[in-house]
Nanobody, 125 residues
């Protein structure tokens, strides 16, 4: 089992920045990739970014490419999401997720086995 705890959400004005953190504990050595998803009110949970734990390959949704950066600190078992140039449409609950086995992709929520509780990000216009 892997436990995930997100932090760093909050309220920010459009154009501002936030950094989300996701601390993993438990059987973290079994995690193949970690990702960030978000869910706005009335919408489906959508992929934001992912990172392959061992090789560090990164993947982004088109809507955040060039503005968001995902990174990891292996020693701390922590994944970060640096969010710059935030827009009101980025407002959502952001969830951290981890894969417990190999999947061919890192973009689909069905390919993640563990989830955090979520952290709210609100961007005001």
């Amino acid at each position: 089992q892997v436990q995930l705890v997100e932090s760093g959400g909050g309220l920010v004005q459009a154009g501002g920045s936030l950094r989300l953190s996701c601390a993993a504990s438990g059987r973290t050595s079994s995690s193949y990739a970690m990702g960030w998803f978000r869910q706005a009110p009335g919408k489906e949970r959508e992929f934001v970014a992912a990172i392959r734990w061992s090789v560090g390959s990164t993947y982004y949704a088109d809507s955040v490419k060039g503005r968001f950066t995902i990174s990891r600190d292996n020693a701390k078992n922590t994944v970060y999401l640096q969010m710059n140039s935030l827009k009101p449409e980025d407002t959502a609950v952001y969830y951290c997720a981890a894969q417990g086995k190999f999947y061919s992709s890192s973009r689909y929520k069905s390919e993640y086995d563990y989830w955090g509780q979520g952290t709210q990000v609100t961007v005001s216009s």
